[in-house]
């Protein structure tokens, strides 16, 4: 059975940083691409950075220089450091594990709120 399962989350004030985890089971980790999305109310969900299976990162523009995605394969694990947190940045984050275009897994997803 798979699992992904996201921690990490909480209240932070702007400009203070959170580390969200992912921890994953069921499957051969070090294959997969690795994901944290996110998704704000009334809005659709949408890729915050991703780690390769050979472990290359990238983001998105709006996060680049705050975020930093990083993995361990050997925990079967992926982490967000979330750095400089914005209101913006507001959401549910969720960690996606892929394999391919056909296999993906995701976690439930873990509220990040930033607000003073």
């Known amino acids: 059975q798979v699992q992904v399962v996201e921690s990490g989350g909480g209240l932070v004030q702007p400009g203070g940083s959170l580390r969200l985890s992912c921890a994953t089971s069921?499957?051969?980790?070090?294959?997969?691409?690795m994901g944290w999305y996110r998704q704000a109310p009334g809005k659709q969900r949408e890729l915050v950075a991703a780690i390769t299976s050979l472990g290359r990162p990238n983001y998105a523009d709006s996060v680049k220089g705050r975020f930093t995605i990083s993995r361990d394969n050997a925990k079967n694990t992926v982490d967000l450091q979330m750095n400089n947190l914005k209101p913006e940045d507001t959401a549910v984050y969720y960690c996606n594990a892929a394999r391919g275009s056909r296999i993906d897994f995701w976690g439930q997803g873990t509220r990040v709120t930033v607000s003073s």
């Open positions: 069921g499957i051969a980790f070090s294959f997969y691409a």
